[in-house]
C-alpha cells in the first residue's frame, strides 16, 4: 500500500523558516516525480512545486520562486520542502503527492503551517 | 499561473446526474489533454477520479466521467449517491511541467 506521511509542520512568525518532510513508503520512491500541493483554510488547491525522480528538475508556482526549495532524499525515500521568508499568506495545509506523469495518484494526509506573529 | 475557474457549488437529488465545468486557456486545459479530478471530503486528502479528460482509475465507480472541449473541461457524476457530496477540484498540465488548479466546487446531495 502506497503511504505518504509528511511532518514538520507548525507556527512560524513572518519571515521565518520551516521545513517540511514527507516519508513515502510501499512503492519504489525514486521511480516517481513528486509533488507539494497546499490549500489554504477554507481555500482551493494550489500546486506548489515538484521534482524529476533523480532531483535534477525542480519546478515552482510563481509565488514561491526564490524562497522554497524543493528537494528529495532517494535513499531515505524522503521528499522536502525548504520554505525561507514566510509570509501570512503562506498558512496552509501542505500535501505531499506522487505523480504518475501528468496526474496526482496518492496524497498524504498534510501537514499544517501557520505563519503568524 | 491563474486558477481554472470552476462554478462554487452544484446539486443534484439521489440519483440524478450533477455536471461540473472547469474552464481554463489554450495554455493549460485547451492546449493539452492532460485534466484530471479529484474528490475531496471535508478534513480529508483529496482523491484521484479523473485523470487524463477521461480515464478513471482502478476502484472508481464507472458513475464518474469526463470530458473536454475546448478550453473547458467536464466532470459528471451520474446516478448521485450520498457519498459523493464532497469538494471537486480540476487540474491541468500548464506546460514547462507545472501544475493548475481549479477554484473547486463544492457538490451536495439534496
Same mark, same amino acid.
Given at each position: 500500500?502506497?503511504?505518504?506521511?509528511?511532518?514538520?509542520?507548525?507556527?512560524?512568525?513572518?519571515?521565518?523558516?520551516?521545513?517540511?518532510?514527507?516519508?513515502?513508503?510501499?512503492?519504489?520512491?525514486?521511480?516517481?516525480?513528486?509533488?507539494?500541493?497546499? %490549500?489554504?483554510?477554507?481555500?482551493?488547491? !494550489?500546486?506548489? @512545486?515538484?521534482?524529476?525522480?533523480?532531483?535534477?528538475?525542480?519546478? *515552482?508556482? $510563481?509565488?514561491?520562486?526564490?524562497?522554497?526549495?524543493?528537494?528529495?532524499?532517494?535513499?531515505?525515500?524522503?521528499?522536502?520542502? %525548504?520554505?525561507?521568508?514566510?509570509?501570512? !499568506?503562506?498558512? @496552509?495545509?501542505?500535501?505531499?503527492?506522487?505523480?504518475?506523469?501528468? *496526474?496526482? $495518484?496518492?496524497?498524504?494526509?498534510?501537514?499544517?503551517?501557520?505563519?503568524?506573529? | 499561473?491563474?486558477?481554472?475557474?470552476?462554478?462554487?457549488?452544484?446539486?443534484?437529488?439521489?440519483?440524478?446526474?450533477?455536471?461540473?465545468?472547469?474552464?481554463?486557456?489554450?495554455?493549460?486545459?485547451?492546449?493539452?489533454?492532460?485534466?484530471?479530478?479529484?474528490?475531496?471530503?471535508?478534513?480529508?486528502?483529496?482523491?484521484?477520479?479523473?485523470?487524463?479528460?477521461?480515464?478513471?482509475?482502478?476502484?472508481?465507480?464507472?458513475?464518474?466521467?469526463?470530458?473536454?472541449?475546448?478550453?473547458?473541461?467536464?466532470?459528471?457524476?451520474?446516478?448521485?449517491?450520498?457519498?459523493?457530496?464532497?469538494?471537486?477540484?480540476?487540474?491541468?498540465?500548464?506546460?514547462?511541467?507545472?501544475?493548475?488548479?481549479?477554484?473547486?466546487?463544492?457538490?451536495?446531495?439534496?
Amino acid at each position: 500500500e502506497v503511504q505518504l506521511v509528511e511532518s514538520g509542520g507548525g507556527l512560524v512568525q513572518p519571515g521565518g523558516s520551516l521545513r517540511l518532510s514527507c516519508a513515502g513508503s510501499g512503492f519504489t520512491f525514486s521511480s516517481y516525480w513528486m509533488s507539494w500541493v497546499r %490549500q489554504a483554510p477554507g481555500k482551493g488547491l !494550489e500546486w506548489v @512545486a515538484n521534482i524529476k525522480r533523480d532531483g535534477s528538475e525542480k519546478y *515552482y508556482v $510563481d509565488s514561491v520562486k526564490g524562497r522554497f526549495t524543493i528537494s528529495r532524499d532517494n535513499a531515505k525515500n524522503s521528499l522536502y520542502l %525548504q520554505m525561507n521568508s514566510l509570509r501570512a !499568506e503562506d498558512t @496552509a495545509v501542505y500535501y505531499c503527492a506522487r505523480h504518475i506523469d501528468t *496526474y496526482f $495518484d496518492n496524497w498524504g494526509q498534510g501537514a499544517l503551517v501557520t505563519v503568524s506573529s | 499561473q491563474s486558477a481554472l475557474t470552476q462554478p462554487p457549488s452544484a446539486s443534484g437529488s439521489p440519483g440524478q446526474s450533477v455536471t461540473i465545468s472547469c474552464t481554463g486557456t489554450s495554455s493549460d486545459v485547451g492546449g493539452y489533454n492532460y485534466v484530471s479530478w479529484y474528490q475531496q471530503h471535508p478534513g480529508k486528502a483529496p482523491k484521484l477520479m479523473i485523470y487524463e479528460v477521461t480515464k478513471r482509475p482502478s476502484g472508481v465507480p464507472d458513475r464518474f466521467s469526463g470530458s473536454k472541449s475546448g478550453n473547458t473541461a467536464s466532470l459528471t457524476v451520474s446516478g448521485l449517491q450520498a457519498e459523493d457530496e464532497a469538494d471537486y477540484y480540476c487540474s491541468s498540465f500548464a506546460g514547462s511541467n507545472t501544475y493548475v488548479f481549479g477554484s473547486g466546487t463544492e457538490v451536495t446531495v439534496l
